[in-house]
């Protein structure tokens, strides 16, 4: 047990020590004056809506191209299951650096046109490279849910019972998989908010950009909102633990019967 | 290798509040293949696992060949263990799992070879040796599970319901064989299950266990026919519930029969009592005056078994050898009991007496 | 922060895969849309960066981008110590991690402690970044808790020569991420370890020493190196941590990829970020196959 009471101190000393920091104000009392700081700060809180927007837009996107995908080849194509879930995990092996390297040289040698189209706005810049990031993430979270339910019997019932595919999709696997959803979506939001490296190299001001940048004036204010991104991920993925256990035992058994 | 009787004194177990294991006692003859048997939680693993050292006990002793092994580690008290499934070492071939235990009482490699292969022989694997465990069968793993419990030379045998996560065929087949080494071998051998079938078709004597508690021990024969209390008595086969008069000469007037009465004898002659009797105790024959209707007819083989509803109500399942002219469903039918005994198993709250 | 780590757990084949034959007519046009997708929007930009470290910047074939990032001493040093700083901070991070997730698989499946760590983990490994960097910032930097409350028991941080914003620095923040990620890593392999295991090889006269010598660590060997390769590529692609720790002037590669992409150096020095780029993918990929192969041994044992 002496690991737990090291790994106690590793990993929870820099959390308090960033919680005690970030209440230290700048005119000497203790108080939640750093936190405020978004609300008062036009830079970060513009930032943080522009960030959300992607988030947004990445998370539809992702899930626009990826669920019926999912479902598709546990359904159709069962012997490419293999393959299209490698060709999901390739964005692993290309740093996010180098990903912001091949965008940069796309971005400089772009046309005007192209410029405009997507170049010219974050959201439509990163959005697309964002939906390769998360897919790894997302991918092994759909198929991990589809494939915890018996998805050929309940479509074939479905069928049978006369439903269309969209019905099918939207009103039998769907309500089904609500749980690899969730996990799905909260996954690649947490990676949208976390995502510097190619934000920065792009020179698209989103949250995590602006956070660095605000750590080079204003160090409690980047402490407090690191704090408050820590505990924000940390309760997301808390949430998805619980719903994830429910969710899983409610399938064990549902193989059972 | 010389068979060792053991012996289990008073043995107890709590888990907090739960008292699994309440002063167990059992004697298990030397060369003797005992079956405990119960449902699940009656304490029947507890005890196996108290015996094979894995679990210590709150109260009594463990003995074996007339030693007390109670305070012997799991690791030095020379068991042979057999669990449930998946006991295989994932990492080693069959050969090498069989080999483990001599390997860890520094026996010569030679030496475990050979004895390895012995084994392996005797439960009819010798082509498998070189197989890893996810290569073999689920009954295939149960044999080399039983060839390393085997190859240390164990006093003792101990055998967690090693059949339970076979399919029914295997089951059967792998049961006999273990029978069969078991007796070859002369080992003094525990063998836990929930089968009721499984416990009479194996062992020299079945142990029945409910709630911590022995509730009969005594062979297949006697478990099942004379079961000592109501609890053997259903867990035991099938049993009907009737209602029955005792008579004043300790007979029980049942079903239009005068049936000697076995169980719990204190109480008065007249008295309504309810009756315990086995579906083959019991006969339909068809009778347009009789007082019960046939409601369902299943043919299983070698037996049929009936479904009879009394016109009170009540329902009755009868087994009868299958043949042809039986009743069928929708027949009036009287029914007879036709054994020699019953069992009484306490006072007949609701029952009417059946009229014959 | 590298996205290395999702591999966390294998998905074990659909045996229904293997005994379905052929591919339905028209099938294919289902993954369409998403193999359309992935070719343009990782295939572009991948395409940029091999074409661009292979040619000059009037479009011929050449080596001279590679044949720079292995002769400049910067690139090479930046290289080594991408290298350093991922071989240390996995064996680190796996040592601790192995041991840290021992203690919380024996805690149970649903425990409070199991739960806080997992969740917490999935943070630390996937997600901390920036937030990461401000943490340490705060906690060793020159203001930090931990430094000024050292400086009250007399011990200066500073004047010893240790800086957060260094690479000894970055090392700390990294294993403060690849500890967690080991966790997340191996208790999959350590909840596949059968208590039965352990009673059999008790019963049959080994100690626990004999037990973990003999059973557990042969079973266990594949999923830890497997998880130290993951735990070296993590490493090794991560960029935002030592990005907001230090800034694009880190002695790593994806530092100088950074500097020299966005024109920080000379004029068209691009091509050699890009080689250098070409580079990293390379020693990933070898990493992920190393892993693959490895993951498929830990799982045959462990279905």
């Known amino acids: 047990m002496a690991i737990l009471v090291l790994a106690a101190i590793f990993f929870l000393g820099p959390l308090i020590s960033a919680i005690r920091f970030s209440l230290e104000q700048t005119n000497g009392k203790d108080g939640l004056g750093n936190y405020t700081q978004l609300l008062h700060n036009a830079a970060l809180g513009g930032s943080l809506v522009t960030s959300l927007e ?204 | 290798m010389s068979a060792v009787a053991v012996h289990l004194d008073g043995l107890t177990r709590r888990f907090g509040e739960l008292i699994a294991l309440d002063e167990l006692d059992l004697d298990v003859a030397p060369g003797e293949l005992v079956a405990l048997l119960g449902p699940s939680g009656c304490g029947k693993t507890t005890a196996l696992r108290l015996l094979a050292g894995f679990d210590y006990p709150d109260g009594g002793r463990v003995k074996v060949g007339g030693v007390d092994i109670t305070d012997v580690p799991a690791s030095k008290r020379d068991m042979g263990m057999v669990f449930q499934a998946y006991s295989l070492f994932p990492n080693m071939d069959a050969r090498t799992n069989v080999e483990f235990g001599l390997r860890m009482r520094k026996q010569p490699s030679p030496e475990r070879r050979a004895r390895a292969e012995q084994v392996l022989g005797l439960v009819g694997l010798s082509a498998h040796a070189g197989h890893y465990p996810h290569q073999l069968s689920g009954g295939q793993q149960q044999r080399v599970a039983l060839a390393r419990a085997l190859a240390i030379e164990p006093s003792v045998l101990l055998l967690d319901e090693p059949l339970s996560a076979l399919d029914a065929r295997v089951r059967a087949q792998l049961r006999g064989e273990i029978r069969s080494v078991q007796q070859r071998l002369g080992i003094t051998t525990l063998f836990v299950t929930h089968d009721q079938a499984e416990a009479l078709s194996i062992a020299d004597r079945v142990g029945v266990m409910h709630e911590g508690k022995l509730e009969q021990i005594g062979t297949p024969e006697e478990v099942y026919e004379r079961p000592a209390t109501p609890f053997v008595a259903e867990f035991v086969g099938t049993m009907n519930r009737v209602a029955g008069r005792l008579a004043a000469d300790g007979r029980l007037e049942v079903l239009g029969a005068s049936l000697k009465a076995s169980g719990p004898q204190s109480r008065a002659a007249g008295e309504l009592v309810e009756v315990l009797v086995r579906p083959e105790a019991l006969e339909a024959v068809a009778d347009p005056n009789g007082h019960a209707t046939v409601a369902e007819r299943t043919f299983l083989g070698s037996f049929t078994r009936m479904r009879v509803t009394l016109d009170d109500g009540s329902e009755l399942l009868i087994d009868a050898a299958s043949r042809r002219g039986l009743p069928e469903p929708g027949v009036r039918v009287s029914v007879r009991a036709t054994g020699e005994d019953a069992l009484v198993s306490g006072s007949a709250h609701g029952l009417t007496p059946a009229a014959p | 922060m590298g996205s290395v780590a999702v591999l966390e757990q294998s998905l074990p084949e659909d045996p229904a895969a293997r005994r379905r034959r052929g591919i339905p007519r028209g099938a294919w046009v289902g993954i369409v849309p998403f193999t359309l997708y992935v070719l343009v929007f990782l295939g572009g930009p991948l395409y940029e960066v091999i074409y661009g470290a292979f040619t000059t910047t009037g479009g011929s074939l050449t080596w001279h981008n590679f044949s720079q990032t292995f002769s400049q001493p910067e690139y090479r040093s930046a290289f080594e110590e991408s290298l350093k700083i991922s071989v240390v901070t996995s064996l680190l991070g796996g040592f601790f991690g192995v041991w840290l997730a021992c203690a919380v698989v ?153 500097q020299l992409i966005s024109g920080n150096v000379l004029v068209d020095e691009n091509g050699i970020g890009l080689a250098l780029g070409v580079e990293m993918i390379v020693v990933i990929a070898v990493v992920m196959v190393a892993y693959g192969l490895l993951q498929r041994r830990a799982t045959r044992w462990l279905r």
């Open chain 1, 54 to 257: 992607i988030a947004a837009l990445t998370t539809a996107i992702m899930l626009a191209l990826m669920l019926p995908t999912v479902v598709w080849v546990r359904l159709r194509l069962p012997r490419l299951a293999l393959l299209v879930e490698s060709i999901s995990v390739l964005p692993i092996v290309i740093p996010p650096i180098v990903m912001a390297a091949g965008l940069a040289t796309l971005q400089s040698h772009a046309s005007a046109g192209l410029s405009n189209l997507i170049f010219s706005s974050p959201l439509t810049a990163l959005t697309p490279v964002y939906v390769i990031l998360a897919m790894p993430f997302a991918y092994r979270s759909l198929d991990v849910g589809v494939r915890a339910i018996d998805l050929r019997t309940l479509v074939d019932a479905a069928r049978s019972l006369g439903a269309g595919w969209t019905t099918v999709l939207g009103r039998v696997i769907l309500p089904n998989v609500r749980t690899a959803v969730l996990t799905a979506a909260s996954l690649t939001v947490a990676l949208v908010l976390a995502e510097v490296v190619i934000a920065e190299t792009l020179l698209y001001t989103t949250y995590p950009v602006e956070l660095v940048d605000t750590g080079q004036a204003q160090l409690g204010v980047a402490v407090a909102l690191s704090v408050l991104s820590l505990a924000i991920t940390w309760m997301l993925l808390l949430a998805i633990s619980f719903i994830g256990n429910r969710g899983a035992s409610r399938a064990r058994i549902g193989r059972l019967l």
């Open chain 3, 106 to 258: 024996t805690a149970g499946p649903r425990s409070p402690l199991r739960r806080i760590v997992g969740s917490g983990a999935g943070v630390l490994a996937y997600f901390a970044g920036v937030p990461l960097a401000f943490a340490f910032i705060a906690t060793l930097g020159r203001y930090g808790e931990a430094t000024t409350l050292l400086g009250h028991v007399g011990i200066d941080l500073g004047a010893s020569g240790f800086d957060i914003s260094s690479l000894t620095g970055v090392e700390l923040a990294y294993v403060y991420f690849q500890v967690p990620l080991m966790v997340l890593l191996i208790t999959p392999a350590l909840e596949g370890l059968r208590p039965e295991w352990r009673e059999a090889a008790t019963g049959l006269g080994a100690s626990t020493f004999g037990y973990i010598r003999h059973v557990a660590a042969p079973v266990l060997a594949p999923a830890i190196l497997g998880g130290l390769l993951l735990l070296f590529g993590n490493a090794f692609a991560a960029y935002a941590t030592s990005y907001a720790l230090v800034g694009i002037y880190v002695n790593l590669v994806p530092g100088w990829i950074q």
